[in-house]
């Protein structure tokens, strides 16, 4: 059996397409949700789809080890970040060498680091004239979005494409590949 644990701050419509993609799946099980933010819209998905969460605020996760003991402790085999806003701590990192995965709604290290995230990202695609954007799905290490890329898909820009375009675009391709691809690296899992 291996285990997921899903991380996420926001709306968790990726987190949700991952445990729809494995509910039937009797090798892989999606233990838990985990996010930093009690309003997130994957507090209601989780609670649908019958998924634990467990919700921690920002002293607990940067200045105690709790979340990463209680990850060892679920036995979790690989933490996926789907729309989680905030930088991982390094013992967390530690803990979990090439166990933690995330998904970047551009092509890094285009359009990648600080401030690049959510709509801000296609704004930023639109506004440079690029021809094509697309996801990064990256390894996460100390520098976030410096980890060894996975995977990526491309999608085309517009000159007629406004940043909501190239959002939905990038959306479907989130959907379609994230699930797959973290199968992928669970296959690869020791
Ligand atoms: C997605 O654009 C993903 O690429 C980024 O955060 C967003 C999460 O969207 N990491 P959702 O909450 O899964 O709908």
């Known amino acids: 059996m291996k285990r997921i644990a899903l991380f996420a701050s926001g709306s968790g419509s990726n987190a949700e397409k991952i445990a729809t993609y ?4 009797a090798d892989i099980d999606v233990s838990l949700i985990v996010s930093n933010n009690h309003k997130a819209g994957v ?3 989780a609670r649908r789809l019958h998924i634990p969460v467990l919700l921690f605020d920002r002293k607990t996760f940067y200045e105690t080890d709790k979340i990463t003991q209680l990850l060892i402790n679920q036995e979790i085999d690989l933490i996926v970040l789907a729309g989680f806003m905030w930088l991982m701590p390094s013992d967390l990192v530690r803990s979990f060498p090439n166990k933690i995965v995330n998904i ?3 092509l890094l290290p285009k359009f990648g680091g600080k401030g690049m995230y959510g709509h ?3 704004e930023a695609v639109v506004a440079a004239g690029e021809t ?3 996801i990064t799905i990256h390894y996460v290490n100390e520098r976030y979005d410096e980890g060894q890329v996975i995977y990526q898909a491309s999608c085309p820009v517009l000159p007629t494409d406004t940043p909501d375009d190239v959002a939905r675009n990038v959306q479907v391709l989130e959907h379609t590949h994230y699930p ?3 199968a992928e690296v669970l296959a690869g899992l020791s």
């Open 120 to 122: 801000f990202v296609h």
């Open 43 to 45: 507090i209601e998905r």
């Open 180 to 182: 797959r691809v973290i």
């Open 104 to 106: 970047h709604p551009a």
């Open 22 to 25: 494995f509910a039937d799946n």
């Open 132 to 134: 094509e954007s697309g």
